[in-house]
């Protein structure tokens, strides 16, 4: 997190010195009720001397969302077994990936095709995506003994798909702002792709076309819009919500297809008829926003101690994944005694502590090499960067000259 100008006396502390700002993201943009704002789920700190800081309501929202992401992902090989685990997972997917995806679109606001943001988005999304499209098959050969596993930069495998979606999703933000009714032309997009079986696997455009009305969702929010979720009135109603998509996720358990909740594959593709995929699509985009919503609403507003980790999230997302396929090539979910309640509840404290980790600040620099890669030798130099650079060091200075002068 950046440090903030604290008043001593009639004396300020100077800012510290510029960091690089991360790669593939856009910079953020400043609350009017909070002058401090958040960033895209895979951004690093921006410039302390910009005047602007990271908003710790979307830093611990990412946080939590990509804890939700790790405990669902362990829930998968024991969910058979519980009809109780199966409705919370069932619960829990039906909100922390559009959730994420929303806050994505959130900061997605203020991209273009500026030289600049296309190398972060290059550098950020792009690069970390061949790398672990490459790393996931090479560690299935070695660790399941597989060699026949293939690598194809075409057919993401595991967690990747967000990575390609997210950089489709970003390519088309300047379309997305000049439609007049992005968010309704979205859906329809979304609904067309559940009837089209033919647009196979191929960069997993199902599941980009289907999680397409968040990302648009996202670009046309304000910050206000967040605020509206965070009153108190939202967050006791949210308690009964939660209570009322517990139990009819129970009761559907053993009549609905949990497969429509990873949005990858078109209705045909799950035994439905046609016309079931556009109901299904807005359903559970209904039923997604109201769930976001209420998650929203308890999200914390002030600094925690998981705060700071939200800037990291990509890092657990990313490199969780490796323990749980690791987990279960090697039959650790096999075990009867996890397969019962107190070890369900095990691996759930197992899996967040594990990303936890996996979003903290040594991590981080170890593997920054493969999330934000400084590759500068890959691109021209933008010939209107050292004018940029110029305006920005005159402000810095203008800002340490009055900092200094109060």
Known sequence: MTNSLRPYGNRRTPLPPAQSPAAGVPAPRRSPQNR???RDPHEQPRPAASGKQRDAFFDNAKYLAIVLVAMGHAWEPLKGDSRILEAVYQVVYAFHMPAFII?????????????DRLKRL???VAVPY???ETAYPLFKRVVDDDPGQEISLLDPWYLTWFLCALFIWRLTTPIWKLVRRPLPVALGVAMLATVTPEIGDDLDLQRVLQFLPFFVLGLCMRAEHFQLVRRRSVRIAS???????LAVSWWTVPRMNTAWFYHRDAAQELGAPWWAGPVMVLALFGCSLLLTACFFAWVPRRHFWFTALGAGTLYGYLLHGFLVKAGDYRGWFDHAWLHRPLGEIFVTVLAAAAVT??????????FRFAMEPRMEWAFKRDAAEPARERERAGASGAREKTGAGA
Request: proline fraction near 8%; charge should be positive.
């Open 239 to 245: 308690v009964p919500v939660f209570a009322v998509a």
């Open 122 to 124: 290059i550098t950020g």
């Open 36 to 38: 401090s704002a958040g």
């Open 103 to 115: 806050i994505s679109g959130f900061f997605s606001r203020s991209f273009d095709m500026r030289p």
């Open 130 to 132: 061949v790398l672990f």
């Open 357 to 366: 980790l996996l979003c903290t600040r040594p991590v981080r620099r170890v």
